[in-house]
């Protein structure tokens, strides 16, 4: 897989409630995202789009769950990178690194500053939310007018509640600090279908609680008319 130039791209290496990583890269400057995998795994995936680990400007981290950082300590320790996070990111305007300008934006969760990210060029825009319980303010106002969107469609809401999770755990994960439902998700790109959203990728989908072929048909159903809509792998590396 080859990274191009002057365009953002997003190579999730892993994308579920089990393990989340991957790389943001305008073809100049490379950032990982997360790193909830482990990192002998990260290395593969970097190695799988020919970057050397030494190529990375930073590393990204949207929160302190074990599904996005269980990989980061044994990664730095071979690979020193600066970690940026909602403090470092979070102000007006953002931080540049490298050739793209990074903006991090609060997100509901039941971490400590959890965000999300927005990824600027001159002439391209990626967004990135998951992890979120519900759409906020502040993250329909961190993604506006972005060009494309990784958001999360964590759980489809019948398998949830029918599932195997005890009561408190679906309560959690269906409160508005817990995760995105796939209606949730798919009425926020419905809605963002009007501000220019051209493409988006689903992510972070319950390994228990939901399904690919679910996410992808409700979110299609509210804006499949407007945009283009796929889901990420949960593992496995993928270009979006
Ligand atoms: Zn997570
Ligand atoms: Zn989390």
Not at 76 to 94: E, I, Q
Not at 212 to 225: F, I, S, T, W, Y
């Given at each position: 897989m080859e990274i191009e130039t002057g365009r953002l791209t997003y190579f999730a290496f892993a994308s579920s409630s089990d393990g989340n990583a991957g790389v943001v890269s305008d073809g100049r400057t490379h950032l990982l995202l997360d790193a909830g995998i482990s990192a002998a795994r990260i290395r593969d995936g970097l190695g799988e789009?020919?970057?050397?680990?030494?190529?990375?400007?930073?590393?990204?981290?949207t929160h302190l769950h074990e599904d996005h950082v269980k990989g980061a300590k044994v990664f730095?320790?071979?690979?020193?990178?600066?970690?940026?996070?909602?403090?470092?990111?979070?102000?007006?305007?953002?931080?540049?690194?490298?050739?793209?300008?990074?903006?991090?934006?609060?997100t509901p969760h039941d971490a400590e500053d959890s965000c999300g990210?927005?990824?600027?060029?001159?002439?391209?825009?990626?967004?990135?939310?998951?992890?979120?319980?519900?759409?906020?303010?502040?993250?329909?106002?961190?993604v506006k007018g972005v060009r494309r969107l990784v958001l999360e469609s964590n759980y489809d809401p019948g398998m949830l509640w029918e599932g195997p999770y005890p009561f408190p755990l679906k309560q959690r994960i269906a409160s508005s600090t817990g995760h995105l439902s796939n209606p949730d998700a798919a009425a926020f790109l419905a809605e963002m279908a009007g501000e220019g959203l051209e493409e988006a990728a689903l992510g972070h989908l319950s390994t228990t609680n939901n399904l690919?072929?679910?996410?992808?048909?409700?979110?299609?159903?509210?804006?499949?008319?407007r945009m283009r809509i796929t889901v990420l792998a949960r593992r496995g590396v993928v270009r979006f």
């Open positions: 789009i020919g970057l050397d680990p030494r190529e990375l400007s930073a590393l990204l981290v730095l320790k071979k690979t020193p990178l600066p970690v940026l996070r909602l403090k470092d990111a979070g102000g007006t305007g953002g931080i540049k690194v490298g050739t793209v300008t990074v903006l991090a934006f609060p990210f927005r990824f600027e060029t001159g002439d391209d825009s990626l967004g990135f939310a998951t992890d979120l319980g519900e759409v906020t303010r502040e993250v329909r106002r961190g690919p072929p679910l996410a992808l048909a409700e979110a299609k159903k509210a804006a499949g008319d």
